[in-house]
Every structure is written in C-alpha cells, then in structure tokens.
C-alpha cells in the first residue's frame, strides 16, 4: 500500500469526513487494491494524527458509501465493485468464474410445488402445473451477494437432487438451458432478514432484480426474482446510436 496523502482544509468540514475523503481518493487513485485490508484503526490514527473516534467514524462513513466492508474478526477490507453486464444473458456462477472468484450457495429451499397464480401467470403454465422451487444465497469468494428465488416448471428441472451452484447448467444439462429474456431491476432497500441474510445494515441499499428467461421455442424456463447488495453491483449497459 502507498503511503496516503492525508489533506485538511479550513472550510470547516468535519475531520472524520476529511479523513474519509483521503481515504477515498487514495482508494480511487489504486493506493489498496479491491479486497485488500484497511490498515488498523490504531494505525491510522497514528497515520493520519486524528483521534481513533475520528478515524472509526471515517471508516463507517465509507462502509455506509459501499467503500469498505467488514469482516467480522478479521477486519476492514476495501469493497469490490462488480459490473454486471445488463445486456448479456450469463448466470451468477459463470459472471463470478470469470472474474476469477469461486462462486458458492446456501440453500433455503428446493422443492417441488404447484405455482401461485402469479408465478403460473408468469410462466405461462396452469396453476395446477408442478414446478420447481429454488431459494439460495449466492457467494463469491464466500462472501454474500445476492438472495434469488427461482421458480421453474418441473418438466425443464425433473431432478433436483442433481441441482449444484449453478442452475443453468442444470437447465442446459437437459437441454433446456435459456437463451433470451427479460429482466427488471429497481433500487430498494434492504429488509431486516435479507440485511441479515446478506450481512449489511437494515435498509442498507439493494437492488431487486425481476428475471423470466426462455427457451429457443419460446416457452418461459425460469421466473427469478432476486436481491443484490447495492454497495457491491453495478448493472452496466452499453449503449450505441440507432
């Protein structure tokens, strides 16, 4: 890590913002790589000639910015921020293999059931038709990112024990795996359970991402709705003159 260029001004900002600022913009300028660990409290305080009070106070303004994040008993860390391509059907795993990160799930749920009569709207099936029912906490690096619940009919998934990381690659397994789509995604904020879940602050900020996918002969595979941590995704589209 380079040394920071710690900077005051006498427009009467707080320190603790100061010092956030420095820290930023040392950051920004790739002074501390992505992942890498912040150094302690105790040292900057010595580093930068401001109380731990002053520094700690720093250092929650930049998590509270997406900046840094914690580890609990391990320390302060500067946040990755990952662009996802908002124009390229991909799946969560094979977005986190290639940025070289091993993609992981926690599953809440997996089972069989009959759609409510939104998800059967959704995929266009009767409300009497059998679908699958995924819920999974995605990992990058094992680390929590998003929270996803699938629903998908139970002819393209008719076995889900063999169900891994990845649900493409199921869906592909038997030929089924989707080539076109659509896909929504707002900002909100996140609930006590998915802060919880995902390890952020209650109403820490998410984006909530509604996905249907088909297949070639237009029949809808996979009906997803899923919550991202907003200080770590960037939905990024490129954009070019009709």
């Known amino acids: 890590m380079r040394d920071i260029a710690w900077t005051r001004s006498d427009e009467g900002t707080p320190l603790y913002l100061q010092l956030a600022r420095s820290l930023r913009e040392h950051i920004s300028s790739g002074g501390i790589d992505p992942g890498s660990a912040l150094p302690s409290e105790r040292d900057l305080s010595e580093m930068a000639g401001m109380s731990r009070v002053t520094v700690r106070k720093g250092i929650e303004q930049l998590i509270d910015e997406g900046v840094l994040f914690r580890k609990q008993g391990s320390g ?67 680390e929590p990112l998003a929270i996803e619940h699938a629903v998908i009919p139970a002819i393209f998934m008719p076995d889900l024990e063999s169900l891994g990381d990845s649900l493409y690659q199921a869906l592909e397994s038997h030929g089924f795996r989707p080539t076109s789509g659509t896909q929504r995604v707002r900002a909100s904020l996140a609930t006590p359970t998915e802060a919880g879940i995902l390890c952020v602050e209650q109403n820490s900020e998410v984006l909530r991402i509604e996905r249907k996918t088909r297949i070639p002969d237009g029949r809808i595979v996979e009906f997803t709705r899923s919550v991202y941590r907003g200080d770590r995704y960037e939905f990024v589209t490129e954009l070019n003159e009709v």
Do not use: C, H, M
């Not at 996802?84 to 749920?109: C, H, M, N, Q």
């Not at 959704?122 to 690096?141: E, F, I, P, Q």
């Open 76 to 142: 302060t860390f500067v946040a990755r921020r990952i662009e996802a391509p908002g124009a390229k059907l991909s799946s969560f795993s094979d977005d986190t293999r290639s940025r070289g990160e091993d993609p992981g799930v926690v599953w809440i749920y997996k089972s069989y059931a009959q759609p409510t009569e939104e998800e059967a709207s959704a995929l266009n099936v009767l409300t009497t038709a059998k679908v699958a029912r995924l819920g999974r906490v995605r990992l990058a690096g094992g």
